[in-house]
C-alpha cells in the first residue's frame, strides 16, 4: 500500500479510532454483569434484539446522512450516540434500561456502517488501490483484536469478583476510551467522491435499491455472510464466558482465553493479503463458513468439556477476523460510488431482519439449553454457507 496518500491516513486514523472506540472492559464478564444484574439467557437474547432494532430504524437515514455529509460527520454523531447508550449500564437495573442501551448502541453503529467501507474505498480509488480494500478492512478490523488482548485481561482481573465497584470501574474507564476515539474521528478526511450527495433521499434510496437489483451478486454474498456471522458473533460470543465458567474456568481466565483468541484474529486480520494471494475469495468464504459450521456443532454436542470449548472459541474467532474483510472487497468492487454507504446501509436492513427471526428462532429454543441452541445455530450456518458467492468487479 502507498505512503503519504488519502488512504494510508484515513486507514491510520480509523485503526487508532477503532482501537480506542472498540475498547470494552467489561467485555469479559458481560454475561455475567447481564446475570448479576438480573437478566436470563432469554432477556439476553432481547437485549440483542433491541440492538438489531437500532440498527433497524438507523440504518436508511444515517446511510442517506453519510453520503449527503460525509464519513467524517457522521462518525461523530456516531461516536456520540455510542457514549450515550454505553453510559445507561451505569443504571441499568431494569431491563428496559438495558433494552434503551443496546438499542442506542445499534443505533450508534449504523453511524459507521456503511460509512467507514465507502470511506477507504474511495480514499483508496484517489490513488488506484482499491483492489487492496480487504487488506485495508484487515488492518482497521485488526485493531479490535489488539485491544482485546489488553482489555479482556485487565477488565477480568479488575471484575473477578464481580463486585458493583467493579462493574462501574469498567464501565468508566470504557467510556474514556470511547470519548479519545471521539477526537481521533476529528482529524478524518473525506475523500472528493465521498459525502456532497445533493439527491433527495426517498431517490437516494431508490438509487440503492437499483444498484442492489442490478448486482444481485452482492445480495447473495452478504446473506452469505449475515447467516453465518450471526449464530458465530452474535449468538455465541454472548454465551461463551457461561461456557467457560461452567466447564470449571476461573473468571480471571477469560481474560487470558480472549486474549489468545483475540491474537489469533489479530494475526488473521494482518494476513488477509496473504491468504488471497494464494485462495480465492470465494473459497475462503466457504472454508471458513465450513469451520463456523463444526465449531457450532461442536459447541452443541460437547459444550461442557473445558478443552473443547476452548478450541472451539480460537477456532470462530479466526472465522469472524477473514470473513468480513473478503466480503467487504467482494461487495465494495460491485457497488457505485455515489450511493456506496446507502447501499451498504440498505444491506445492513436485511442483516437486522435476519437479526430478528434468528434471535427469535433460537430464544425460544434456548429455553430448553445449550444443545439445542447451538444445533439450531449449527444449521442457519450451514444454510448461509452454501449460499453462493461470486466474484465480479464492475468498472
Sequence with gaps: MKKNTLAS????????????????FLQPVLTLFYFDRGLDEA??????????????VGEIPTGVFADRFGAKRSFLVGSIVAILGYSLLFVAFEPWVFFLSSF??????????????????????????EHLMDRAMGQIGSATFIVAMVAVIIGAALAQDLTEPQFRLLITLSLLCMS?????????KNPPTQGG??????????????????TPQVLWMFINVTLVFIPVGAIFTKFDQKLLVDAGLPVFWIGIVYAIASMIGFI?????????????????????????????????????SLAVVLVIIFMLKLVTAIRYPVYSQLSNDV?????????????????????????????????????????????????????????????
Design 9 to 24: 491516513h484515513n486507514i491510520r486514523l480509523l485503526f487508532w479510532a477503532e482501537l480506542f472506540g472498540s475498547v470494552r
Design 43 to 56: 432477556l439476553i437474547l432481547v437485549v440483542l434484539l433491541f440492538f438489531s432494532i437500532g440498527v433497524l
Design 104 to 129: 442506542l448502541t445499534g443505533f450508534a453503529a449504523t453511524f459507521f456502517s456503511g460509512a467507514d467501507e465507502a470511506l477507504i474505498y474511495e480514499s483508496l480509488k484517489q490513488s488506484e488501490e
Design 180 to 188: 479519545v476515539q471521539f477526537l481521533l474521528l476529528l482529524f478524518v
Design 197 to 214: 450527495v445533493a439527491t433527495p433521499m426517498l431517490d437516494q434510496i431508490r438509487n440503492g435499491l437499483r444498484a442492489i437489483r442490478n
Design 268 to 304: 488473521a486480520s494482518r494476513s488477509i493479503g496473504w491468504m488471497t494471494t494464494r485462495i480465492d475469495r470465494v473459497v475462503l468464504l466457504f472454508i471458513t463458513g465450513l469451520i463456523a459450521v463444526v465449531g457450532l456443532l461442536g459447541a452443541a454436542l460437547f459444550h461442557s
Design 335 to 395: 457497488i457505485p460510488s455515489n450511493v456506496r454507504a446507502t447501499t451498504i446501509s440498505l444491506l445492513s436492513i436485511l442483516d437486522s431482519c435476519f437479526d430478528l427471526l434468528v434471535f427469535t428462532s433460537i430464544g425460544l429454543i434456548a429455553v430448553n439449553g445449550f444443545t439445542p441452541m447451538f444445533i439450531g445455530c449449527a444449521i442457519i450456518a450451514l444454510i448461509g454457507m452454501f449460499i453462493p458467492v461470486q466474484s465480479n468487479k464492475i468498472g
